[in-house]
């Protein structure tokens, strides 16, 4: 497919963001989901990770080093959470993408990483 978005095997992730924003109902949603994009684009930098390579080894490294504010881990169900928000964007991208149909399939099998996680408060 060939457009702002995607380019062969190859996305924009910044580009795709606002579609996958629009899509949620509530403003709060909106920044939750924001949120969790920021952060994995900033572990993708810190670690030397393409954002476009959402592949369930890299999203699971990320989840399971994902700290606060305050240097904790965050808990099972906040990582859970950002799953959700990572593949919510994935299936947009599926959806654009037809040959991204794997990537979303082994996000959807895919486990959160229970070691080190925090708890709720």
């Known amino acids: ?36 994009y920021r952060q994995w684009k900033a572990w ?10 959402l592949m369930p080894a890299n999203v699971a490294d990320f989840l399971a080093n994902l700290k606060t504010r305050d240097d904790r881990y965050v808990s099972i169900a906040t990582r859970s959470n950002k799953l ?11 959806i654009l993408a037809p040959e991204m149909t794997q990537m979303y399939d082994a996000l959807c099998y895919m486990k959160v990483p229970k070691e080190n996680a925090g708890t709720q408060r």
């Open 84 to 94: 959700a928000h990572i593949r919510k964007y994935v299936l947009l991208l599926k």
């Open 1 to 36: 497919m060939n457009n702002s978005i995607t380019t062969g095997n190859e996305f924009n992730f910044d580009r795709l963001l606002p579609a996958v924003l629009s899509s949620l109902n509530s403003e709060l949603s909106q920044k939750q989901y924001l949120s969790t």
């Open 44 to 53: 993708c930098k810190d670690n030397d990770v393409p954002t476009e390579d």
